[in-house]
Every structure is written in C-alpha cells, then in structure tokens.
C-alpha cells in the first residue's frame, strides 16, 4: 500500500461476482448451479468464501466439469491465528480445485485482530505462501471497528510490501472506512475493492418495506438517500450505485452478489457503462457518509452492522 501506488489491482474488471447466493439453501440447487454456470461464463473474477454454506463446494463442482477458462479468484482468509493460514490456504483450493489464490482477502476479527500489522510471524507466514506461489497477493479487509488497524498499517508502511488495497464494503448507504482512514484512502490513492454493490437492496425498499433492512440504520440512511437518490437524474438503484462507487479514481472494482440471470447482466452493464453522477450528488452522499462514520460507525460493536 505504498504511497501512489496507482499499478496495482489494475487488472480487476469494474464488475466482480460475489458467491454468497450460491449457499442459499432457500434456493435450489439447480438454481445455484445454473448462476454459476451463467456467472462462469461471462464474469472473469470471483470473490469467494467457505463462510457462504455450501457456495464454495459447488463452485468446485463447477469448476472441475467447466471446458471454459476459469474465473480468476479473491479468496477470503480468515483465522484466529497466523499458523492457520497455510492450513487454510491449502483447503480453499482442494476444495475449489485450483492451483494458486489470485488475491488472498486477510480479514482482521478476533480480539489478536490490533497486533496483526507488528507480527513479523505472521508476515513471514503470508510471504512464505507468496513465495511458494499458493497466494499471488494480498489485500486487507476493512470494517468499521477494524478501521484503525488499516490506519495504523498506512501510516506506519508495515505493509507496504505486502499488501496491495483494502476491500469493504462501500455504497450509497455504507462506506466502512473510518472517516481518518477514508482520508489516508483518498490522499494516497490506496486501491479499494468495494463490496456489497447495492447495499441489498433497492433504496426505497430498504426504506420503506418492513424487513428489507436488517438493521435500523439501514433504513435510516435509505430515508436521507432516497432523495438524493430521486434528484440525481438516475432512475436505476444498481447504475447509481455503481455510477457513485466506480468513480471514485482508486476504485478498482465493485463486488456484487446475484443468483439471478437477469440481474447479473444488470449489475455487469451498469459497471461497465457507470459515468460520474453529479458533482452535487457525490458531494450530497460524501457528507451523509462522512457524518454516519463519526457518529454510528465509529460506536458500532463488531458484526452490529
């Protein structure tokens, strides 16, 4: 994450497909392996998980019986302790049956999670797998209450050499990036990979259906978007989204999850095609978000949000 750094992630499409849907037992089989096969066929990156039930079982399945190029992979690694890693770098891809991780996402969540970016151990460990060529590189997940942890690893230049972005979530409604990191982002140029395209949902469901938002705050902030949202000139929720995320200049790409057809192409299209919103518009939601960080996001307990 040095300073200016503007070459790296640069290959990433602007669309990613994201695999929570494929574990969605709510969905059937055959429906989840039909996406997959649509999702392989036109979608050069995936972001996968064994945290998402059966999703990342199946993408093995689909992955061995496919004539097609395979889709290359960011992976999220998540431990309790660094020695960890290369057991579970070795069962990610058994199970996916590949050779290599193209980006391994280190998630920072349990309570050693602060000293991460001062243990030459675990550097030694991740570089080790980097040098044996199981992961090619590393970005590093952010959320709210792991927000410092990022600064710290920024400012200090501890992983300069090892890590390449961060990835969080980041829409109309979320920026998981504290308000001093969201600065050290912009200033530096650091290369985000944002997630959660839509925020799940479009806005006036999240704010008016009851349920839709799985937190209050969700549909809080859908009711001070809406209309910002309605004055933009953009009657689509999924274009403005990405219309807002994508151009931001160090925005490398944005991560969407689907297990439909239709809107796969929907959320492919409105990458690709995304122009700037506004000036007003992204001037409108930067204050939003800027004021949720100091205030709600900055007091949220882990998992809260």
Not at 159 to 168: A, P, S, Y
Not at 254 to 279: F, I, R, W, Y
């Amino acid at each position: 994450m040095s300073k200016n750094d503007t070459r790296a992630l640069r290959e990433l499409p602007r669309y990613i497909y994201g695999t929570t849907r494929l574990g969605d037992e709510s969905l059937s089989l055959q429906q989840r392996r039909d996406i997959a096969d649509k999702a392989m066929a036109s979608c050069t990156w995936f972001h996968v998980s064994e945290q998402y039930g059966s999703a990342l079982a199946l993408l093995g399945e689909q992955f061995r019986s496919s004539q097609a190029p395979l889709p290359r992979t960011i992976f999220k690694m998540e431990v309790h302790s660094p020695d960890e890693y290369p057991e579970l770098v070795e069962r990610h891809l058994q199970t996916l049956g590949v050779a290599s991780m193209d980006i391994g996402q280190l998630c920072l969540r349990d309570r050693k999670a602060a000293d991460f970016v001062d243990d030459s151990d675990t550097f030694e460990i991740l570089n080790n797998l980097r040098s044996r060529g199981k992961v090619e590189r590393y970005v590093m997940e952010v959320f709210p209450w792991t927000a410092n942890i990022a600064l710290h690893a920024i400012e200090s230049g501890c992983l300069d050499d090892l890590v390449e972005g961060l990835i969080f979530y980041f829409n109309p409604l979320q920026r998981f990036a504290s308000n001093a990191l969201w600065s050290q982002i912009q200033e530096r140029q650091i290369p985000v990979i944002a997630m959660r395209s839509v925020c799940g949902a479009r806005v006036h469901d999240l704010r008016d259906i009851p349920g839709v938002a799985w937190q209050p705050y969700l549909q809080q902030r859908a009711a001070e978007v809406a209309p910002i949202f309605e004055r933009s000139g953009e009657s689509d929720w999924a274009r403005f989204c990405l219309r807002y995320v994508l151009n931001h200049p160090f925005v490398r790409a944005s991560v969407g999850a689907t297990a439909n057809a239709e809107n796969l192409k929907h959320l492919q299209d409105a990458a690709e095609t995304a122009t700037p919103l506004p000036e007003e518009t992204v001037e409108e939601l930067a204050n939003l978000q800027h004021r949720w960080a100091e205030g709600t996001d900055a007091q949220a307990r882990p998992w809260s949000m």
